[in-house]
Nanobody, 126 residues
Framework: VLLVESGGGLVQAGGSLRLSCAAS????????MGWFRQAPGKEREFVAA????????YYADSVKGRFTISRDNAKNTVFLQMNSLKSEDTAVYYC????????????????????WGKGTLVTVSS
């Protein structure tokens, strides 16, 4: 199983980026897919999640209204559209998958997450 993130980079505050997570190696129809991030010196935190089957979504309060998670079933890809970026959004962004609800992705023990990608760096300059 592979989760491969892409789309990170350097952007000015107020700008936008779209991250992609290409999933392969199994069916994810019973999974929730999530985005997490880890800033330097901080713990990894939940950002957003989407259910692969019913398209339900869930967001951290810090990104609600600015970030949108979506999926393309045909391409087995999950996206994170990030708008109105702030310097505090600077982090390595990771894609993850587990057989939980989208709300469950926000509270799951990260050590037991079924699958993780290797991450993509997002740097927001102020």
């Amino acid at each position: 199983v592979l989760l491969v993130e892409s789309g990170g980079g350097l952007v000015q505050a107020g700008g936008s980026l779209r991250l992609s997570c290409a999933a392969s190696g199994r069916s994810f129809s019973s999974y929730a897919m999530g985005w997490f991030r880890q800033a330097p010196g901080k713990e990894r935190e939940f950002v957003a999640a989407i259910d692969w089957s019913d398209d339900s979504t869930y967001y951290a309060d810090s990104v609600k209204g600015r970030f949108t998670i979506s999926r393309d079933n045909a391409k087995n890809t999950v996206f994170l559209q990030m708008n109105s970026l702030k310097s505090e959004d600077t982090a390595v962004y990771y894609c993850a998958a587990d057989r939980v609800t989208v709300q469950g992705m926000a509270i799951i023990d990260l050590n037991v997450m079924d699958y993780w990608g290797k991450g993509t760096l997002v740097t927001v300059s102020s």
